[in-house]
């Protein structure tokens, strides 16, 4: 800038009179400027795709890290069908248990179905009886036999108590052996005698418990070796006849009925004779009659004496 500037209007000349090659220079530099700022935007661009990438990648190595590879395992070998939960009805049998030992069974229905049992036999109700074991096939001479047999022993026996079942699972399903222990009360007799008794049990198309009278092969040979091999079932039958031996011992009118029973004296001998031995006790070694006689026996007396003052 040689020119002398003497106002503002000589300023003015000046800058509009720029050398045509300071334009050419400005307008490179812009041209310069626009390129760099577009290089700028691309690869801003290119830094944005890269850093989520770089975040994906991290995130997968931290799960393959992070992953149990026994969790894998279970997971390869566990089919898809088995990972939704499933109910399990609930059981009042522990795991722990063994299902082949034999043990107390509590159910209400089996009980009310051998107090039942045991009623019918007191009462003589061969109808009932022959339903409960589903015999259909007797004839009616052996259905007057039995009862008889079971009124003559209801004679003596005056109830049935303390019945209790102890099962174990039989060999087909919804079948049970049953071990069913009770106290017998004879009659004019105080002291209970301890009873044991086996049952192959089973459901029947009717949904009822009924005893099957008439064993398989294979079904008495299941009762026979599970008798023989479990220690609780011969505790079982032990216990029991040690608590009757005991009861017998301690009370001798009770083993005059008992031994009446398991000779079948009661069946042969008339119930006047057996009773007049459990009327009689031992009392220092001798016997004396406990009981006052019987009203045929009253009779007799009565007539003889009558006999004998009409003759004199």
Known sequence: ????????????????????????????????????????????????????????????????????????VKEANVPKTQTETVAVPETTVEETEDPTIVREYHDEYLTAFFEKFFEARLNADVDTLYEMTGVSNQTPEQSELLKSQLQTQAGYIESYSNIRQYAVNALEENSRLVFVTYDVKFRRVDTLAPGIMYCYVKVNDSNQFEIIENLSPDQTKFVNEYITSHEEVQE????????????????????????????????????????????????????????????????????AESESESQS
């Open 1 to 72: 800038m040689d020119k002398k500037l003497r106002d503002l209007n000589d300023v003015n000349k000046v800058l509009e009179e720029k050398p045509a090659e300071e334009m050419t220079e400005m307008r490179k530099g812009r041209r310069h400027t626009a390129m760099h700022n577009d290089v700028f935007d691309i690869d801003e661009l290119k830094g944005m795709l890269v850093i989520p990438a770089i975040v994906l990648v991290l995130m997968v190595i931290i799960v393959i890290i992070d992953k149990d590879p026994s969790a894998e």
């Open 236 to 303: 079982l039958i032990n216990t029991s006849n040690s608590n009757l031996l005991q009861a017998i011992s301690g009370d001798e009118r009770l083993a005059v009925i008992y031994d009446a029973f398991q000779s079948g004296r009661i069946y042969t001998d008339s119930q006047e004779a057996i009773d007049s031995q459990v009327s009689l006790i031992a009392i220092d070694g001798n016997e004396v009659a406990t009981e006052p006689a019987t009203e045929s026996e009253s009779v007799a007396e009565t007539e």
